[in-house]
């Protein structure tokens, strides 16, 4: 058995995808409308209701209205301050024409310049949750960034990382602005999280902070908080985890963040489902399904590939495959229990392959790995 090290969890199946909105602040905007007024927030649901899906974007007609007011209120704003300045000039006596012509100019220039910016956002999302060794966890924070600098041309994101995972993203746009803010420390990391991180939001001017990894920061700041739960069963199967995540302290920081961010993702229905049983004063309303995405890194090989990967890890060219870290929550051991009747009665003729690190409480599934019926079909790889 090679030596183990992390390897990513499958968690519930997500949802099937859902068509993404042309205009992502419309919604926000539509909730607190349908707050205000009924009336005309029926008004909006219905013009949000006239929607084209091209792809995996739906366009709606009240997405297209804003967009258009926006614009026409940028437009607007900028040539009105643009006179306002202009006028201001023409008070000032002490300038010759030219000077005065000079000096519009450049006054029309730095009014339409801040119109642009202020539809830009700025956006900060903390990775300092990164372990030294990627869990599907870790695997969704990179892979979050990494998407995001590929179809973000509009935002800035200031993205917080420890001083050990400053390498982990080379090739980012210059939208994008690595901070090294912490260590992997765990108290350090906390005490960016809780202390740093909101100072930070405020220093910078932050729009909006992603806490990608269950807890957010828990002091007000200007910013909006949007929080990401990969699953509860630290709630629901608090046996099944490391003391630190089934303890009441955690629990109620997860709870307590899951109450205060603006925005809550989620990879499925079932872990929506879940925020709402056990933590049932959380707003159904700012939950959001998002589930994960593919990396490129899975697609079919070469049968060449293939046989050489088989051969160099010691597995047949046909077998069954977890992905994930050996530990009580994966529930193994029913696993192994239900290959092992189908292997005697002849039912499987595939070999299973376990292929992540070893985590906590794992002898039992080493055991079952090597006892009689399982002995030779399963192989520990490790990562």
Same mark, same amino acid.
């Given at each position: ?14 949802a099937?995808? %859902? ?34 899906s091209?792809?995996?974007? /739906? ?23 643009? =006179? ?20 519009? =100019? ?7 310049a ?74 350090v /990391?906390?005490?960016? %999280? ?29 910013? =909006? ?8 069963t ?5 046996a ?89 929550? =994966? ?10 009747r ?11 392959v376990?292929a ?15 006892a009689?019926?399982? /002995?030779?079909?399963?192989h520990?790889?490790?990562?």
């Amino acid at each position: 058995m090679t030596a183990p090290v992390p390897a990513p969890a499958p968690e519930p199946e997500p949802a099937p995808a %859902q068509p993404t909105d042309v205009a992502p602040a419309a919604e926000g905007i539509r909730e607190a409308v349908s707050e205000r007024s009924e009336a005309v927030g029926g008004v909006v649901d219905t013009l949000d209701s006239w929607a084209l899906s091209l792809g995996d974007m /739906r366009v709606s007609v009240w997405d297209g209205l804003l967009v258009v007011m926006v614009i026409v209120g940028v437009i607007t704003a900028a040539w009105f301050f643009s =006179k306002l300045a202009h006028a201001g000039l023409r008070r000032i006596t002490r300038l010759d024409p030219s000077q005065r012509v000079l000096a519009e =100019k450049l006054l029309t220039l730095a009014v339409w310049a801040l119109a642009i910016l202020v539809g830009i956002d700025l956006l900060g999302i903390d990775l300092t949750a990164l372990l030294p060794e990627a869990t599907g966890v870790d695997a969704y924070l990179l892979g979050l960034v990494r998407g995001l600098a590929e179809v973000d041309r509009r935002n800035r994101y200031v993205v917080f990382v420890n001083r050990e995972d400053r390498g982990r993203l080379p090739g980012l746009p210059q939208s994008f602005e690595l901070v090294t803010a912490s260590t992997r420390h765990r108290p350090v /990391r906390l005490g960016f %999280q809780q202390l740093a991180l909101p100072l930070l939001g405020v220093a910078r001017r932050l729009d909006v902070i992603h806490s990608p990894s269950f807890i957010l920061p828990l002091a007000d700041s200007r910013a =909006k908080h949007v929080l990401t739960i990969h699953d509860m069963t630290s709630f629901s199967h608090p046996a099944l985890h490391e003391p630190l995540r089934r303890s009441r302290l955690y629990r109620t920081a997860v709870a307590a963040s899951i109450r205060r961010a603006a925005r809550v993702c989620v990879p499925s229905r079932v872990v929506g489902e879940e925020i709402r049983r056990l933590v049932p004063e959380a707003d159904p309303a700012r939950l959001r399904v998002i589930p994960y995405g593919i990396s490129e890194e899975f697609r079919p090989e070469a049968a060449l590939e293939r046989a050489a990967a088989a051969g160099r890890l010691d597995v047949p060219s046909g077998y069954l495959l977890y992905v994930g870290t050996i530990q009580p929550r =994966k529930n193994l051991e029913l696993l192994l229990e239900c290959y092992r009747r189908l292997a005697v009665t002849g039912a499987v003729e595939e070999q299973l392959v376990l292929a992540g690190r070893l985590g906590w409480d794992y002898d039992r599934v080493v055991a079952l790995a090597g006892a009689p019926g399982l /002995r030779g079909r399963v192989h520990l790889l490790g990562y």
